[in-house]
């Protein structure tokens, strides 16, 4: 609770190495309102600082994951000026930098309907698992707008120029597991299962060589504007810094001794 009694925007637990944080308007489908990004930004600032936190689990409370800025924030009824650009660079661009750049794997568990800037950072996530009654919707041009919050790089990569912009240009909802078969997300899950099978892999990730997983994350996003030939040269430089790891050494120590790893992310 907030102190005037209102449940805060954004929630936080930290549990055994895992940073769950929950977008928590669920009576504006977790619509990003300027609180609710100020509040996810501290959130931000404080598990970064901490040092335990070795995996970032991203969802919605209630029936939706996010739909994107609050609409009910723009007053377009008025004559007053509109600069929408300036809420992109305080609030959007620096928070989708921030995401990708993330010292530990970031999951987006999209619970529900994800429309517009919620869609589109749910797809920067590292791994996105989703419901299968959930949707992903490119609501943008219903409203008059493109694609931002890294839309328009992310959609063509994930799942091809066709695709990208007939989603872009109709707006049209795609489902869960429609997602899933195009590539855009990792895995959609049975609604029964969802739940469990997000705690096993955060679990997981939370048990991972965290270094390890933030290096593979650089290497394959950085591949998108790599050649061959200085992907090569990154594999390298990178696979000499993770070799001096101790999680390396642990995790060599313990195939060897036909034992499970216990790595410590660093
Ligand atoms: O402005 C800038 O700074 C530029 C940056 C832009 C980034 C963006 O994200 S632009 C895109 C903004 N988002 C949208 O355009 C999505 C709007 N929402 C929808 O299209 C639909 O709500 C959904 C497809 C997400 C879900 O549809 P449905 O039928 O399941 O739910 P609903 O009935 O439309 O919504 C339920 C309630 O949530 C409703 O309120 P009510 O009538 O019960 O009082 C609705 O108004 C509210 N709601 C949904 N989305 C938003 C919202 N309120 C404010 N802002 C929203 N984005």
Redesign the pocket.
């Known amino acids: 609770m907030t102190r005037d009694g209102a449940e805060p925007p954004v929630l936080l637990s930290v549990e055994r190495g895992v940073a769950r944080v929950t977008l928590n308007r669920p009576?504006?489908?977790n619509?990003?309102s300027v609180e609710l990004h100020q509040r996810l930004r501290s959130i931000l600032d404080d598990i970064e600082a901490r040092g335990d936190v070795r995996v970032m689990l991203l969802t919605g409370s209630g029936?939706?994951f996010c739909?994107?800025?609050?609409?009910?924030?723009?007053d377009v009824e008025s004559d007053a000026p509109l600069d929408?650009g300036a809420?992109?660079e305080t609030?959007?661009n620096p928070l989708v930098r921030r995401l990708v750049a993330l010292p530990f794997p970031l999951v987006c568990a999209v619970n529900g309907?994800a429309?517009?800037?919620?869609a589109?950072i749910a797809l920067l996530a590292d791994i996105v698992i989703a419901r299968e009654s959930a949707?992903f919707?490119q609501?943008?041009a219903?409203?008059g707008?493109m694609p931002?919050?890294g839309g328009t790089w992310t959609l063509p990569h994930l799942v091809g120029q066709p695709r990208a912009m007939a989603l872009a240009m109709t707006g049209d909802?795609i489902g869960a597991r429609q997602a899933a078969e195009w590539g855009m997300i990792w895995k959609a899950a049975a609604d029964a299962d969802f739940d469990a099978e997000v705690e096993a892999l955060v679990a997981r990730l939370a048990a991972a060589p965290t270094a390890a997983l933030v290096a593979i994350r650089g290497a394959v996003r950085g591949a998108w504007s790599r050649s061959l030939d200085a992907q090569l040269d990154h594999e390298r430089d990178e696979q000499r810094r993770l070799g001096r790891s101790r999680d390396y050494r642990e995790g060599v120590s313990a195939f060897k001794a036909k034992r499970a790893p216990r790595f410590t992310g660093a």
């Open positions: 009576e504006r489908l619509a990003l029936r939706a739909a994107g800025q609050d609409l009910a924030e723009r929408l809420n992109i609030f959007y309907v429309a517009g800037a919620g589109n949707s919707v609501s943008f219903r409203i707008l931002d919050s909802p």
